[in-house]
């Protein structure tokens, strides 16, 4: 019989590590819980700069005194003032003339006095580091959103006056509503089947997503659709368009009367469109590279099989976009150098790939020094607290995400909201763009690791220093004329920070800088009232113009920029063909497909 050997020492103190590292784990997953995703180490830190450097600025104490003295002073000033029948007032929480009564006007003149004091305290400047600056902003501004008194019942005027008009109606339905969410909350089960789920209201292949095509290729990670022409003659280059995998696919194919994939059709384009597979906790492994390489490249070595054409357009939409730009500059370098793939680049990317016609980006960021509000979330505590939380599941879930976005825009999204449901009882709005941002996503948990680590925190695409088949990428590799669209109001990829692909690359680009957010700006179809756009091109040798510059000087022209760009497409396209209907031996399925298909209760 063999005597098994005594535990060493150095084993006896690596199971107490790891134990210790397992306890640590929890604890912090339990934080990341409580904080609703946030770091609550990060959040100190902030705050903790903030306040040492304020402690240590008496001379800007005194004016801070000052200050609040003199905002005291006008905001009783503007309490004790007659109303006007018209009101000048810009915020939309008090637009309504109700606000200018008292005793409504005195309590909004010392909340904007509060809220002016605070955000001005919270710009504390010298000393305090950038990053740690913006989170003291951010937080303050979300504390002071949910303090207004437009959010709470005796201090909102127009939520007594409906109250009074409905005999208190208004508030039983806000009542009723509140009970419904809550028990939504504490019912979610992220392995309820789809088909147990509340049905959208808005139903996918039957009210948005109807454009008529076919799937006609399929792998783990994407169904590649194709859509059937409705013109006779049609554009010899087909489009490939890559969606975000943040979100499914038919944001781009809504309703029939907004929907960008049709108005390409009904122009004469040959359209592709990828629909990423929404996955589960065995995906937990998948990398960026496996979107890049069975995601983006192997979606276009498929469209040039199923079209038969040589060149291909490419749209990239926000995380899409990213990665269609890596792709390209992958592409533009492996033109130039066709001799020099490795042999990782050759088991990753297909031999047979179509040439690039043109690359269109649709509020995609390729450089994340200045990602907006966004960059509140993205340090190192913070993603430390995420993959906490990402590894038990094996994903980032839908829900996440969308707290997330929720964050980014609180006084329209939650406090707003919150107001007309549950103080007025009004229910929430329904149209296609809601119901989609309803139909939530996942992203697997080392895949969105990677690309909050490389792109956000090291910004590594920007710097040159991000790699792809083991291979460094550099964006000034792309060599196929770009279209570049950004949004005024986008807090998810904010227009000067996607303008930036003018540092980055040496071939020509049309910026466009659309009116709107981030979705409602690139879903802005023709025909869609109060919608405007500026473009114009950067050529070879123009040099540098600073964005507020070119903001300045670029034209605007009033309408949807979607008929620029079907113009710029067209513009290096061949001459049109006769059109040809999808071969039944292609397709595996109608569209919108399987994948779009499959919903998460999380």
Not at 44 to 67: F, K, N
Not at 154 to 167: M, Y
Not at 528 to 537: A, G, H, T
Not at 551 to 578: C, F, N, V
């Amino acid at each position: 019989m063999t005597k098994r050997s005594a535990p060493t020492a150095a084993t006896h103190q690596d199971d107490q590590l790891a134990a210790a590292q397992a306890l640590d784990e929890s604890v912090r997953a339990q934080w990341a819980r409580t904080c609703g995703g946030l770091s609550p180490i990060a959040l100190a830190l902030a705050h903790t700069d903030w306040a040492m450097h304020m402690l240590s600025s008496p001379g800007r104490q005194a004016m801070l005194a000052q200050r609040a003295l003199d905002l005291g002073q006008q905001a009783w000033a503007s309490a004790m003032s007659p109303a006007t029948s018209e009101t000048t007032e810009k915020d939309a929480r008090f637009s309504n003339p109700a606000w200018g009564q008292w005793p409504y006007n005195a309590i909004t003149a010392g909340y904007k006095a509060m809220d002016t004091w605070f955000r001005e305290a919270a710009q504390q400047g010298n000393g305090v580091s950038a990053h740690h600056q913006h989170m003291v902003n951010f937080f303050t501004g979300q504390t002071l959103d949910a303090l207004s008194p437009s959010n709470w019942l005796w201090t909102n005027p127009e939520v007594l006056q409906t109250a009074q008009e409905t005999g208190g109606q208004s508030l039983r339905d806000g009542w009723e509503f509140f009970l419904q969410d809550m028990q939504e909350q504490l019912t979610a089960n992220p392995d309820t089947p789809a088909d147990a789920l509340e049905p959208l209201e808005y139903q996918v292949g039957k009210d948005v997503a109807v454009t008529p095509g076919k799937v006609v290729f399929r792998n783990h990670l994407i169904e590649l659709i194709q859509y059937s022409p409705s013109t006779d003659k049609v554009q010899p280059e087909p489009i490939l368009i890559v969606p975000s995998c943040i979100m499914k696919y038919y944001i781009l194919d809504l309703s029939p009367h907004n929907s960008m994939v049709k108005y390409l059709v009904d122009q004469g384009h040959t359209v592709f469109i990828i629909s990423w597979r929404n996955p589960d906790a065995s995906d937990r492994d998948l990398k960026m590279q496996d979107y890049l390489s069975s995601g983006v490249l192997a979606a276009m070595a498929a469209a040039k099989t199923a079209s038969g054409a040589p060149r291909l357009h490419t749209v990239g939409y926000c995380l899409g976009g990213t990665f269609l730009a890596i792709v390209a500059a992958t592409l533009g370098r492996l033109a130039r150098k066709p001799t020099e793939r490795t042999a990782k680049e050759q088991a990753l990317i297909p031999a047979d790939l179509p040439e690039l016609a043109s690359v269109v980006l649709l509020a995609a960021q390729t450089d994340f020094a200045e990602p907006g509000d966004l960059g509140v979330f993205i340090d190192d505590a913070q993603l430390a607290t995420l993959r906490q939380s990402m590894n038990e599941r094996g994903y980032l879930s839908g829900k996440q995400m969308g707290g997330s976005f929720v964050y980014l825009a609180s006084r329209g999204l939650l406090w707003g909201r919150n107001t007309r449901r549950y103080l007025m009882g009004e229910d929430d709005p329904s149209f296609d763009l809601m119901s989609w941002n309803a139909d939530t996503t996942r992203l697997p948990a080392r895949m969105h690791a990677e690309y909050l680590n490389a792109l956000f925190l090291n910004n590594a695409l920007s710097a040159g220093q991000y790699r792809f088949a083991g291979t460094t990428v550099a964006l000034m590799d792309i060599n196929a004329p770009m279209m570049v669209v950004a949004t005024t109001r986008d807090h998810v990829s904010p227009w000067k920070s996607v303008y930036k692909i003018h540092l980055q690359t040496d071939t020509h680009v049309s910026f466009v800088l659309a009116e709107g957010g981030h979705n409602a700006g690139i879903v802005s179809e023709p025909g869609r009232p109060r919608r405007s756009y500026q473009i114009d091109s950067v050529e070879d040798n123009m040099g540098w113009t600073d964005p507020d510059d070119w903001k300045a000087q670029a034209p605007t022209t009033q309408g949807s920029w979607w008929e620029a760009m079907h113009a710029w497409l067209t513009a290096r396209s061949g001459q049109p063909i006769a059109a040809r209907p999808i071969p039944k031996a292609q397709a595996l399925c109608d569209a919108p497909g399987t994948y779009v298909m499959t919903r998460y209760a999380d």
